[in-house]
């Protein structure tokens, strides 16, 4: 599968990076991120990736 990060603004750059998935996770992911409202599949990957990194973050930050 490949993505593209979604900008939030002009000032951000994103490069496009390929990313192999299995064919069963990539049905999921076309599956759920429709059910979801999101506009595509990719947009669903990066939100769900921020999220996942947004709190390993946190996790990290209350460890310091």
Sequence with gaps: ??????TKGE???FATTKVKL?????ARI???SEIAGYS???EFIT???EKELAQ?????SEEE
């Design 1 to 6: 599968a490949t993505f593209q990060p979604v």
């Design 11 to 13: 000032a951000e750059m």
């Design 22 to 26: 299995e064919k069963s996770l990539v």
């Design 30 to 32: 076309s599956r759920f």
């Design 40 to 42: 595509s599949p990719e």
């Design 47 to 49: 939100h769900a990736l």
């Design 56 to 60: 390993l973050e946190d996790a990290d």
